[in-house]
């Protein structure tokens, strides 16, 4: 493992007494993914605490009919607050977590992360890990709870720059829907003048009319 890139990414861990940041050097365990490769799943006992040093995992919840609510990607420097309060509350994990992309990460095992958090360096970090989260989660709530599913698709698409390269089943994901919908949706913005449908991808024709779609209450 390359010491260095994981200061570089994590950099409260050079805040460490010198003794303990060389036993996580020594017991960090690495792992390189392949994309679509699950990393954790409901129900699973949690093994340790993950820094990523390259990739991304997405993290979502999962109905019993299969259908995911996406709640937040983990990138490089980043880590996972369910992880985090699976560690901290002993539980097995309550969502699943899925590379995109080809990942690396390596693995804190339990014992020496619940000695970390002795540190107060390291525990402030883990916390403020929580507040940024929650403010997003919470941000998905009211989302998901008090804007109707074509305000939603219209704020997504506008996020996503002129020209969306994704297919209709990726956009119902992330919104936690099914593809039959998004896709009525669609379908209906196209006929709008709002975008145009081509394979893979959508073209946003009229930004001010999805922000229109998007701001109605």
Request: glycine residues 8%; proline residues 4%.
């Amino acid at each position: 493992m390359n010491a260095e890139a994981l200061l570089t990414l994590y950099p409260v861990l050079a805040k460490l007494p010198a003794g303990l940041l060389r036993r996580v050097r020594d017991t960090l365990q690495t792992h390189s993914l392949a994309s679509g490769t699950t990393v954790f799943d409901e129900r699973q006992p949690c093994l340790g605490f993950p820094f990523v040093l390259g990739g991304a995992i997405r993290v979502a919840k999962v109905s019993a009919s299969g259908r995911e609510l996406p709640l937040y990607r983990v990138v490089a420097g980043e880590s996972c607050i369910i992880t985090s309060s699976c560690l901290l509350g002993h539980a097995d994990y309550n969502a699943r977590g899925v590379t995109e992309g080809p990942t690396t990460l390596a693995l804190l095992p339990r014992p020496l992360f619940d000695e970390l958090l002795a540190e107060p360096v390291f525990r402030d970090f883990v916390f403020a890990l929580f507040s940024e989260r929650m403010a997003e989660l919470m941000q998905l709530v009211e989302a998901v709870a008090f804007h109707k599913l074509d305000q939603r698709l219209a704020a997504l698409l506008l996020g996503k720059g002129r020209v969306v390269h994704a297919t209709h089943q990726h956009l119902a994901d992330e919104l936690g829907s099914v593809r039959e919908i998004v896709s009525r949706l669609l379908k209906g913005f196209a006929e709008q003048g709002l975008v145009q449908l081509g394979r893979e991808q959508v073209e946003v024709l009229d930004a001010a009319g999805l922000r229109r779609v998007a701001s109605v209450t």
